[in-house]
């Protein structure tokens, strides 16, 4: 019989060298050299999340783990590399066998060793949106859908529905229902294209992102063997950003850590934002009920910001039910400069403020355009920040999305009008007419041929009724009734030479044919229609169409380009962007605008009267003040100019109501103009 012989690994002790007690504060300390088993860390807001996970790898290798034997689960490939990095320079010996990374790209990793089991090969192809889109759509056209008359939802909305279906493992039918209610209507062909994408998925051994979690999850349910090589490969499991997790990837972690391995989740309920993309924040607040015994820590010291702004932060997460109690403590000193409550008398006076104080603090105070940023909830709501800054030379990037005149939605609307003024624009005439389902580039051409054919672009005059001319167009049959729509629309937008107004021409746009189009086209629609609300607003500023167009072009032309010579940009910029986009990161100064009922919390959230939702809405308020280092402007306008329904009274949001009066300081704003009274109702 053999001998039996144990291998014991030199661990040195403390082979890195690192003073943990002297590196790490005590909240720190206590989460880094916690002992096995589960463990819960709620780390708040500049807190030093980063450092605390990357120290509990080196304390881990410090230990005698072997690197190999620890995986760390993250939502970005950026904050994977960071902390594979960061382990880099903490821990002496190689560390390149630790498996870092998102969990996508861990799931495809595990899967290209296992997908025979699944019936696919370890060749498979990993899809990206466009190769989504570009499946679904054949599959759309293979289940021979009629859609003469009702648009069926195009390939991106699609992918969506059935990436929440996956994520939530909730129902089609309930996702339908509860987000996508227009086609509820469409329920059983919406099924017939899942079940057939599924199929064709495996039949071109393809992959979607959402497989890479799904197909992992039902590779280790279905194959206890697969799932008992990774059980014994890590012992220990350290996940980041644990409140963004969603049904799947915590079923993934259950699997993975069993009831032998030791899992470490570091995470901020209050820091919870993301349900719209499935995130679940149940699953943080249960984690000590779901892992009996499992212990809680709790860093609540922030490096970040000033203890005037940590005051308002913590006040104003209070009103929250569901959330771990903690309040942030500043390791920073006062600067005895409260957060700042600006009201302002309408949107252009806020974009004004916003502005000619960026200037203050950049020459006044020194303080970097590039440290400044304007966070707002929704992208619509930068319209009058972007052209302020522009008017004064004022350079920004914008990370919500795209210039507001550059976006395809604004484009759209546009090309109606600039083909109504100029009858011979026929790049937008074929724009306008290409939005029509089953009008590709060779129906519009045909299209167009049929408009040159007519003699009307050569004339003078514009035709008294549109439908009177396109009406007798050979169109393609599922076009049929979308054309018909689009004739008469443009009568609405002239009577002979006549043009009506710019903002009524946008409206009349937006309810005649394109709020079908955006709501079957885009997964965000209810945000492009806001859009294309405010493009009405900035036109009610114009009487003159081809003023108003010729604004649109210069404006998409220059928009936050810097003055001065555009061979040496200014390397400084001013930072838009929606809260969503700025979580993670941190400014010396921060601008949030629009805090006002019905902008922020959104109308939705109110017209629901669902806590959760506004709960929701309570935690990316938390998550915007917590964005400044030094200063913050909470800013709002008083009054709403509407061109239909005319001034809008904006009300202050109810999460300024919730916090002390005396955590901020009133700033009360006169213009060179108009110098205001003690009786102004302002």
């Not at 709620?42 to 807190?47: E, K, L, R």
């Not at 040496?568 to 009922?597: M, N, Y």
Request: aromatic share 10%.
């Amino acid at each position: 019989m053999a001998r039996e012989y144990k291998l014991h690994r030199a661990t040195g002790g403390n082979a890195s060298g690192i003073d943990y007690r002297k590196a790490l504060n005590a909240e720190q300390y206590r989460a880094v050299s916690a002992g096995d088993g589960k463990a819960l860390v709620i780390a708040g807001a500049g807190s030093g999340k980063t450092r605390t996970l990357t120290y509990r790898v080196a304390w881990l290798v410090d230990r005698g783990i072997d690197v190999r034997r620890i995986l760390l689960l993250t939502f970005t490939n950026k904050a994977a590399r960071e902390m594979a990095e960061r382990v880099r320079e903490l821990v002496p010996q190689d560390v390149s066998a630790l498996w870092a990374g998102t969990f996508h790209s861990i799931g495809g990793r595990i899967l290209r060793r296992h997908a025979e089991d699944l019936g696919f090969t370890a060749s498979f192809s990993i899809m990206d949106r466009d190769d989504q889109k570009s499946m679904l759509s054949s599959i759309v056209a293979a289940c021979e859908i009629d859609t003469r008359q009702r648009r069926f939802p195009k390939a991106d909305v699609l992918a969506s529905m059935f990436s929440l279906v996956e994520n939530t493992e909730t129902p089609l039918e309930e996702i339908v229902a509860d987000r996508y209610a227009y086609f509820y209507d469409w329920i059983e062909e919406l099924e017939k294209v899942r079940q057939a994408y599924i199929k064709r998925k495996l039949e071109t051994n393809s992959m979607d992102f959402d497989d890479l979690l799904v197909l992992l999850v039902r590779l280790f349910e279905e194959h206890p063997d697969v799932l008992e090589v990774y059980r014994k490969r890590f012992s220990h499991i350290l996940v980041d950003e644990y409140q963004d997790t969603n049904r799947v990837q915590s079923r993934m972690i259950d699997l993975l850590v069993g009831d032998a391995n030791s899992l470490m989740a570091v995470g901020d309920d209050a820091q919870s934002i993301y349900s719209w993309r499935g995130a679940d924040m149940s699953l943080i607040l249960g984690f000590p009920q779901r892992y009996a015994g499992a212990e809680v820590f709790t860093i609540d010291t922030n490096y970040r910001s000033v203890p005037e702004i940590l005051e308002l932060s913590n006040a104003a997460i209070r009103a929250n039910t569901g959330r771990f109690e903690k309040d942030l403590r500043a390791s920073r000193g006062g600067a005895g400069l409260k957060p700042a409550l600006v009201a302002l008398p309408d949107p252009a006076s806020q974009a004004a403020f916003v502005a000619q104080r960026m200037l203050e603090l950049r020459d006044g105070e020194g303080i970097a355009l590039e440290e400044m940023v304007v966070l707002y909830r929704a992208h619509f709501q930068s319209l009058e920040i972007q052209m302020e800054l522009t008017a004064r030379g004022i350079p920004f990037n914008i990370t919500s999305g795209l210039r507001f005149f550059e976006q395809a939605h604004i484009k759209d609307i546009s090309a109606f009008m600039r083909f109504v003024v100029n009858r011979r624009d026929e790049v937008s005439f074929l724009r306008m007419v290409s939005l029509m389902p089953g009008c590709g580039p060779v129906a519009a051409a045909k299209l167009w041929h049929q408009w040159l054919s007519s003699g009307w672009s050569q004339r003078d005059e514009t035709p008294a009724k549109w439908s009177e001319v396109l009406l007798a167009f050979k169109v393609p049959k599922k076009a049929a009734k979308h054309w018909e729509q689009l004739c008469y629309t443009l009568d609405e937008l002239s009577t002979g030479s006549e043009f009506s107004k710019p903002s009524a021409m946008v409206f009349s746009i937006l309810e005649g044919v394109y709020e079908d189009y955006l709501t079957a086209t885009y997964d965000n629609s209810e945000s492009r229609r806001a859009d294309i609300e405010q493009l009405s607003e900035y036109g009610s500023g114009f009487e003159d169409v081809v003023d108003f167009l010729a604004q649109l072009s210069l404006m998409g032309a220059v928009d936050g380009e810097p003055t001065g010579d555009r061979n040496q940009p200014d390397e400084e910029r001013v930072t838009l962007s929606s809260i969503h986009q700025a979580k993670g990161l941190e400014w010396k100064v921060v601008f949030l605008v629009w805090l006002a009922d019905g902008y922020f919390p959104i109308g939705k959230v109110l017209d629901a009267d669902d806590d959760a939702m506004l709960e929701e809405e309570r935690r990316l308020f938390y998550v915007a003040l917590t964005r400044a280092e030094d200063e913050l402007y909470l800013t709002y306008p008083m009054m709403n100019p509407k061109s239909y329904s005319g001034d809008i009274i904006c009300r202050p949001s109810g999460f300024l109501d919730e916090v002390p009066a005396e955590l901020v300081e009133p700033w009360r704003v006169s213009s060179d103009e108009d110098a205001w009274s003690d009786d102004d109702p302002f």
